[in-house]
Nanobody, 126 residues
């Protein structure tokens, strides 16, 4: 059974930093594109970032470019999201996701991802 478990969320002041982690289990994800999405209250889930199989290529949503960095460690089946210069608008539940094995595109839509974590809350105070 595939499981994805996020951690690292919390409350931080504007301008601060957080590092989210997502550990995947149940199978190897070394040939799966991994991504992060977020969902604020009353809003649709939106794309944050995605990383290629070996971590060489990344893609980011416009609102987080230059502030958030996605990375992965395939030996640990883990994907990370380093979040710097946080703003109150970054407040949301953050979800990690994985595409099916063998798909290489850094997809930005939720329907492209087959596996999801339960989410971790990030709250940025002003």
């Amino acid at each position: 059974q595939v499981q994805m478990v996020e951690s690292g969320g919390g409350l931080v002041q504007a301008g601060g930093s957080l590092r989210l982690s997502c550990v995947a289990s149940g199978r190897t994800f070394s040939r799966s594109v991994m991504g992060w999405f977020r969902q604020a209250p009353g809003k649709e889930r939106e794309f944050v970032a995605a990383v290629s199989w070996r971590g060489a290529s990344t893609s980011y949503g416009d609102s987080v470019k230059g502030r958030l960095t996605i990375s992965r460690d395939n030996a640990k089946n883990t994907v990370y999201l380093q979040m710097n210069s946080l703003k109150p608008d970054d407040t949301a539940v953050y979800y990690c996701a994985a595409r099916g094995e063998g798909y290489a595109g850094l997809a930005v839509t939720t329907r492209a991802y087959d596996y999801w974590g339960q989410g971790t809350q990030v709250t940025v105070s002003s």
